[in-house]
C-alpha cells in the first residue's frame, strides 16, 4: 500500500502549479549531518577592506557613511535602473503567426540593504531589537518604493554564503522595486487569486491549519508566524515563514507580529547554523501584495529560505539533469527534513515552540 514516507510519488505545489519528484527509497543512503568539521569562518567586527562595513570606500569610489543601525542604498551595479529608454521588439515569423521575439524595455530600482554595521554577525546573530529595526527597514522600503506610481512589485531577499553567490560577507541583503509582477511572484499571485475566489480564504491560511493540524513538516512556531518545510518543498532543507494573520505584507504588521517576526527569524536561522554547524548559505526572500493599487486580499505575506545544503556543510544539492530538463526531484522527504531541522531547535528559543 503506497505510503508517502516510504514510496515514490509526485507532490503538487499549489502556489506556483508545478509538480516534484520525490524518491524516499533513495534515503537508505549515509546520513552525514552534524558530523563533519564546521568550515572555518572566523569574521572581524570590522573589516578595512569591506565595501559595506561603516565609513569605507566602495568599489566605485563612493563613501559608505558612518552608519549605527540598518543602512540602505542604491546598488552601485544594479541590474534594473529607473530610467531606461523606453521600447519593445515585437517579430513574427509570418503575419497570421504569434510573435516569436518579444521583449520590453522595464524599469526598476536596485537597492543593497546592511543589517547591521557589524561585520562578523548575520541576520540570525542579531539581537531582537536589531532584528526589528531590519524588518522595519524592510516594511519602509516596501512603503517607499511601492508608492512609486510605476512600482508595481518590491521583493525584499538575501543571498547568504559565497556558495549562494553573496558577493560579501558583510551581513546584507538586497531589495529589487521593479515595474512588472517577476515570474515566480506572478505564478503565486494567479494561484493565490483563484484560491481566494473559490474559498474566500487564503491559499496560505488554509494550508497553514492543516500543517498546525498535522504536526509534521512544523519546524518551529510563535504566537504570530509559523515555519513549516512545505509539503512540495524543492530544496532539501527548504522553509516556508508564513505569517498567522493574513496579512498582505510586512508593512502591516503590527509591533507584536514585527517582535514575533524577529523571535521566529533567530529561531530558525540558529536551527539552520545549528543543523550542520555552519553559517548556512540560503536564499531567502519576502513575497508580499504587489503595489499596483489593486485590491490584494488574495496576497498572503511569507518568506522563502532556499538552502542549497544536502548532507553536510560542504555537500550541496544542485539542480541538474532531469531537474533541469524534466522537473525537480528530492529523496529527503520533507518531513524527515523537518525533523532533523527541529533536533537542531534550541530547546526554550524564545516565544518559538514546535507547536
Ligand atoms: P549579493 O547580495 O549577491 O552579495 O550582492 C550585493 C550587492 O552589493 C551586489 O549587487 C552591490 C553589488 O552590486 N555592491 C554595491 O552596490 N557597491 C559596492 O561597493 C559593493 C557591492
Ligand atoms: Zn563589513
Known amino acids: 500500500m503506497f505510503n508517502s514516507h ?12 508545478q509538480w516534484i519528484v520525490v524518491s524516499p527509497q533513495r534515503m537508505q543512503r549515509p546520513w552525514l549531518g552534524q558530523q563533519e568539521p564546521a568550515p572555518i569562518d572566523q569574521r572581524p567586527a570590522y573589516d578595512a577592506h569591506c565595501f559595506l562595513c561603516p565609513g569605507n ?55 543593497v540593504i546592511c543589517y547591521t554595521p557589524r561585520h562578523d554577525l548575520g541576520l540570525g546573530q542579531l539581537d531582537p531589537a536589531a532584528l526589528r529595526g531590519v524588518i522595519e527597514a524592510w516594511a519602509a522600503e516596501y512603503r517607499t518604493l511601492g508608492a512609486l506610481d510605476w512600482v508595481r512589485y518590491v521583493l525584499p531577499f538575501e543571498n547568504r554564503g ?11 541583503g538586497q531589495l529589487w522595486a521593479t515595474g512588472f509582477l517577476p515570474g ?3 505564478r503565486e499571485d494567479a494561484s493565490q ?51 498567522r494573520r493574513p496579512v498582505g505584507a510586512l508593512s502591516d504588521l503590527h509591533p507584536d507580529e514585527q517582535d514575533g517576526l524577529a523571535a521566529i527569524l533567530k529561531s530558525l536561522i540558529g536551527c539552520y547554523d545549528r543543523l550542520f554547524q555552519a553559517r548556512f548559505p540560503y536564499s531567502m526572500g519576502w513575497h508580499q501584495a504587489p503595489t499596483d493599487g489593486l485590491p490584494q486580499a488574495h496576497w498572503h505575506l511569507h518568506a522563502h529560505f532556499l538552502p542549497p545544503l544536502l548532507r553536510s ?30 533536533t537542531a531547535l534550541l530547546p526554550h528559543a524564545e516565544g518559538t515552540s514546535a507547536q
Not at 542604491?74 to 516569436?100: I, K, T, W
Not at 559565497?162 to 546584507?172: L, T, V
Not at 487569486?193 to 488554509?206: E, H, I, P, V, W
Not at 492543516?210 to 512556531?221: D, G, K, P, T
Request: proline share 8%.
Open 193 to 243: 487569486r483563484r484560491y481566494l475566489a473559490s474559498t474566500g480564504r487564503t491559499l496560505l491560511s488554509d494550508y497553514l491549519a492543516m500543517e498546525l493540524e498535522r504536526q509534521e513538516r512544523i519546524v518551529c512556531a510563535n504566537a504570530h508566524f509559523v515555519a513549516v518545510v512545505p509539503f512540495w518543498a524543492t530544496w532539501p532543507f527548504e522553509t516556508l515563514l508564513i505569517a
Open 184 to 186: 515566480e511572484v506572478a
Open 57 to 111: 570606500l566602495r568599489a566605485d569610489g563612493k563613501r559608505t557613511p558612518a552608519y549605527t543601525g540598518v543602512w540602505a542604498f542604491d546598488n552601485d551595479y544594479a541590474a534594473l535602473l529607473p530610467d531606461p529608454p523606453q521600447g519593445e521588439v515585437l517579430e513574427r515569423a509570418s503575419a497570421e503567426a504569434p510573435p516569436l521575439l518579444v521583449a520590453q524595455a522595464e524599469r526598476g530600482i536596485c537597492r
Open 162 to 172: 559565497a556558495m549562494m553567490g553573496a558577493s560579501n560577507p558583510h551581513p546584507h
Open 313 to 342: 556543510a560542504t555537500v550541496r544539492k544542485f539542480m541538474v539533469g532531469y531537474e533541469l530538463l524534466g522537473e525537480p526531484q528530492r529523496d529527503l522527504t520533507p518531513e524527515e527534513a523537518a525533523r532533523r531541522l527541529r
Open 6 to 17: 516510504h514510496h515514490q510519488h509526485r507532490r503538487y505545489n499549489p502556489l506556483i502549479d
